[in-house]
């Protein structure tokens, strides 16, 4: 019997709870100035806001908003009107995942992500719910997927840091499955804030951590198989964070004010820069001044002497 199962490739903007993966301090100085500090525990870029109740004796914002990027760090610093006396304040602070409203480049060059010298033919996916909900297609939405009779290494097909891995899923290759709910994935944040989702690894088989940098062609894990047929497929899809209507980062309230974005993105493909079409056949290649285009000097010295 032909099971069908859904697997959802959209991701939802967010506000993290649980365990904080930020929190904020502040020390108060000898001067009665007060130095604001972050320490964020999660890789990836989270979008901070700190409002102030009330705040007496300063004539600082009552909102403060920052973009972190690193692990930890200043603030910003309060200083007070009156220097004999402190400042008097009540506060509180939120934060939202995903570099919202980041400059993304959408003519960036990438690689294919598999071994240079591969041949792939890439399908273009449509939303799951566009086809079994008759919802509406989320902007720019572009996602491919493509599939193998045999397992393939997944590279990289950009430099980045891996900001999310779930490799909790066993697949059940007794039955002929369409989608499935749920696949091991890796989530890989750019320089430009957009966000690479790969999906369809082998449970234990992924090979990068929370947090590593990886490079063009870096090995990221190997596909699972699909289901009882001799199927490996790896979806793949990019995306970013933009507020709605132009809303200002200062005027964001709630995850209802920004909302995820699909990218279509462009690959090397002899010396030139396309858009991938539906069933063509690609062979993956690059040259040097696109597989280093991020790398710093140092790391393009320890990638070069790994392959002499």
Same mark, same amino acid.
């Given at each position: ?140 939405? +572009? ?59 082998? +449970? ?105």
């Amino acid at each position: 019997m032909k099971i069908k199962l859904i697997l959802i490739l959209l991701l939802m903007p967010f506000v993290s709870i649980g365990q904080n993966p930020i929190e904020v301090d502040y020390v108060k100085n000898q001067d009665n100035t007060l130095s604001f500090n972050f320490n964020k525990k999660n890789p990836g870029t989270y979008f901070l806001i700190i409002d102030f109740k009330s705040l007496r004796n300063t004539e600082s914002s009552k909102r403060q908003t920052k973009i972190l990027k690193y692990n930890n760090g200043p603030l910003f610093k309060l200083k007070p009107n009156s220097a004999n006396q402190q400042i008097e304040f009540q506060w509180s602070y939120k934060y939202y995942k995903g570099n919202i409203n980041s400059k993304i480049k959408p003519n960036f060059k990438y690689i294919l992500p598999f071994k240079k010298g591969e041949t792939v033919s890439p399908v273009e996916l449509f939303s799951v719910e566009k086809v079994y909900f008759d919802s509406e297609l989320p902007k720019g939405w +572009k996602s491919y997927s493509f599939s193998f009779d045999e397992t393939k290494s997944v590279k990289a097909i950009r430099k980045g840091v891996v900001i999310d891995i779930k490799n909790n899923f066993e697949i059940d290759t007794l039955k002929i499955v369409d989608y499935y709910s749920n696949q091991n994935s890796i989530s890989v944040e750019h320089k430009d804030g957009t966000v690479a989702n790969y999906t369809g690894f082998n +449970k234990n088989k992924i090979n990068v951590k929370l947090g590593e940098t990886v490079f063009p062609q870096t090995e990221l894990g190997e596909l699972a198989k699909f289901d009882s047929r001799s199927l490996y497929r790896l979806y793949l899809s990019l995306s970013y964070y933009k507020t709605i209507n132009g809303k200002s980062l200062n005027n964001i309230n709630s995850s209802d004010d920004y909302k995820i974005l699909y990218l279509t993105p462009k690959f090397f493909q002899n010396g030139e820069l396309i858009e991938l079409k539906n069933g063509n056949n690609y062979k993956v290649q690059f040259d040097e001044k696109t597989l280093y285009k991020e790398m710093r000097k140092r790391e393009i010295k320890k990638h070069k002497s790994s392959y002499l």
